[in-house]
């Protein structure tokens, strides 16, 4: 892999892998601009379900995902010029984006928006696809896991310190819904390139993960 004169680092996983918190920090370290792509597909699923357009509508959801009017502003994102709220990461909203990003025309509509991110000095994007559709020639690839136990539990840890009560059963059982039909699209399903180094947090703290990605970074850049 070479890096193309803007730098991507494509870190593609589950849902609840810790992987967006990674990517954030990763950028940070670095000075790089930071892609979180589920949130496009959260907010089409956000602004389908309050303008009325039905999860099987997909030129519908093609056309809100083309005019999503949101921006990437320092600690969060707006739509419509006001900020997101935690409404977009909650379980429904999550398993909503998890079926509006089975459809073809809902990709297409965000594929260019997700290239555009790429800006010097260099970009960290997290996803799906980030490595075998989106940026193909990023220069580190790496698939961020944890089990599926793990994942429900820290989720599960996050949702009561927001004063958020789940069961922890359904969390499980919804993160493997979840996590198999991702998995299991046509389209850009998730699954480990084998250009993808694989990163398993089960046993890890989020700076040991940050710290992992940065020395393999280095690794690359060293080689150029
Ligand atoms: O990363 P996340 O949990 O915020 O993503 C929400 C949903 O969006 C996920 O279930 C699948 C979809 N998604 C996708 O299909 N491709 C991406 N690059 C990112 C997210």
Same mark, same amino acid.
């Given at each position: 892999?070479?890096?193309?004169?803007?730098?991507?680092?494509?870190?593609?996983?589950?849902?609840?892998?810790?992987?967006?918190?990674?990517?954030?920090?990763?950028?940070?370290?670095?000075?790089?601009?930071?892609?979180? $792509?589920? &949130?496009?597909?959260?907010?089409?699923?956000? =602004? +389908?379900?309050?303008? @009325? #357009?039905?999860?099987?509508?997909? %030129?519908?959801?093609?056309?809100?995902?083309?005019?999503?009017?949101?921006?990437?502003?320092?600690?969060?994102?707006?739509?419509?010029?006001?900020?997101?709220?935690?409404?977009?990461? $909650?379980? &429904?909203?999550?398993?909503?984006?998890?079926? =509006? +990003?089975?459809?073809? @025309? #809902?990709?297409?509509?965000?594929? %260019?928006?997700?290239?555009?991110?790429?800006?010097?000095?260099?970009?960290?994007?997290?996803?799906?696809?980030?490595?075998?559709?989106?940026?193909?020639?990023?220069?580190?690839?790496?698939?961020?896991?944890?089990?599926?136990?793990?994942?429900?539990?820290?989720?599960?840890?996050?949702?009561?310190?927001?004063?958020?009560?789940?069961?922890?059963?359904?969390?499980?059982?919804?993160?493997?819904?979840?996590?198999?039909?991702?998995?299991?699209?046509?389209?850009?399903?998730?699954?480990?390139?084998?250009?993808?180094?694989?990163?398993?947090?089960?046993?890890?703290?989020?700076?040991?993960?940050?710290?992992?990605?940065?020395?393999?970074?280095?690794?690359?850049?060293?080689?150029?």
């Amino acid at each position: 892999m070479t890096c193309h004169s803007i730098p991507v680092i494509a870190i593609d996983g589950p849902s609840a892998s810790g992987k967006g918190t990674v990517a954030a920090l990763v950028a940070q370290r670095l000075g790089f601009h930071c892609l979180d $792509s589920g &949130a496009l597909y959260r907010l089409t699923a956000l =602004v +389908a379900n309050s303008n @009325g #357009v039905a999860l099987s509508d997909e %030129a519908g959801l093609a056309q809100v995902a083309l005019s999503l009017d949101v921006e990437f502003v320092a600690g969060g994102m707006t739509l419509m010029g006001r900020p997101v709220d935690e409404a977009m990461r $909650s379980e &429904a909203i999550s398993a909503a984006a998890s079926r =509006v +990003a089975q459809y073809h @025309g #809902v990709r297409m509509a965000l594929l %260019a928006r997700q290239r555009a991110f790429r800006q010097a000095p260099g970009l960290v994007a997290d996803g799906r696809d980030m490595g075998s559709v989106v940026f193909p020639d990023a220069c580190l690839k790496l698939y961020l896991t944890a089990s599926v136990e793990m994942r429900a539990e820290r989720r599960y840890k996050q949702l009561m310190e927001k004063g958020i009560h789940v069961i922890l059963r359904n969390l499980l059982d919804e993160l493997r819904e979840r996590d198999l039909r991702d998995a299991t699209r046509q389209l850009a399903p998730l699954i480990q390139q084998a250009d993808a180094i694989l990163l398993d947090t089960s046993q890890m703290t989020i700076a040991e993960a940050v710290e992992f990605v940065l020395v393999h970074y280095e690794k690359v850049r060293v080689r150029e």
